[in-house]
């Protein structure tokens, strides 16, 4: 487990992309290799409607996927995106990708936007725990993105289950937006397996809300899909994700004026990673570009 490393920032983005073509496929680079046939497989699983019993529909997430597939795409992912699967076809897909074959890949990317719990995520019809979605890419499970970078994205509040009824309840209005609980005790709240070349990223610290907004999406999405769109192509990854974390915590606030439970609550994503290199996501020369499969596909 990793924490920020300030000297990330240290690097402009003209040297860090000088660098990274210089030296792509070097095993001693400091740069994760960029120059394989395909970018790699970007999955997004969005989660709008619910069939269970009291979960509202997150309105505002279709923006948020609309806008991450956009910025993935710009960096040369294929992009997958399917659209509130049950738990059993989720986890049906998430095989499926461990099993492909991503030896002319780059990387690999997946996203879940939905409604959370504290260690629990859920699906159109039911929960199932959030590790199960990077232990399948494990080296001895998926050799294939051995050594290569895999990014996980999670868009959902972690509250305990004791505060499950407040989820399902989210206040109505241009604006759903939930509080901040405080005093968050990290130690203990990630079942964190220690395996090389992960990156997952939770819009929200253990125990706390991840805020919404009904017409412009959740602020950890948007800011996401910004930066990545912006200086995915010159920035370290590592560097552009506190970016993010600093437009989230500093770039919003709640405004529920007549709610205090409500008005003026903050967030921070909490980012954990196991890269063993800083990664940039350059433009393919165009000859690796005409063998790229330029297209989305949504479920």
């Known amino acids: 487990m990793a924490c920020w490393n300030n000297n990330t920032n240290n690097h402009t983005a003209t040297q860090e992309n000088e660098a990274l073509i210089e030296n792509s496929g070097d095993a001693n680079s400091n740069y994760y290799n960029m120059s394989h046939r395909r970018r790699g497989t970007a999955v997004i699983f969005n989660h709008y409607y619910f069939s269970i019993n009291g979960f509202k529909a997150r309105v505002g997430t279709n923006v948020d996927r609309d806008k991450l597939k956009e910025a993935l ?18 986890m049906q897909k998430v095989r499926e990708e461990a099993e492909a074959d991503h030896s002319e890949s780059d990387a690999f990317v997946m996203a879940v936007l939905t409604h959370g719990q504290k260690d629990f995520l859920f699906a159109n019809d039911r929960s199932y725990k959030y590790d199960f979605l990077w232990t399948n890419f494990t080296a001895d499970k998926c050799p294939s993105l051995s050594n290569k970078p895999k990014l996980f994205f999670i868009e959902a509040c972690q509250i305990s289950t004791s505060d499950s009824e407040v989820v399902q309840q989210e206040p109505e209005g241009n604006d759903e937006l939930l509080p901040s609980k405080g005093n968050i005790n990290l130690s203990g709240d990630f079942n ?49 994700l506190t970016e993010v974390s600093q437009h989230v915590a500093y770039g919003h606030i709640s405004n529920f004026p007549d709610n205090p439970l409500l008005d003026k609550k903050k967030q921070i994503p909490c980012i954990f990673y196991t890269l063993t290199k800083l990664l940039i996501f350059p433009k393919k020369p165009k000859n690796q570009e005409h063998n790229l499969t330029a297209h989305c596909k949504c479920i």
């Open 73 to 90: 795409k710009h960096l040369g992912f294929d992009v997958k995106v399917y659209n509130d699967l049950t738990c059993n076809d989720l």
């Open 192 to 240: 964190f397996f220690f395996q090389p070349d992960f990156l997952i990223a939770f819009s929200t610290v253990p125990g706390d809300y991840s805020f919404r907004n009904r017409k412009n999406g959740t602020w950890f999405i948007q800011a996401l899909a910004s930066k990545l769109k912006k200086h995915g192509r010159n920035l370290n990854l590592q560097s552009l």
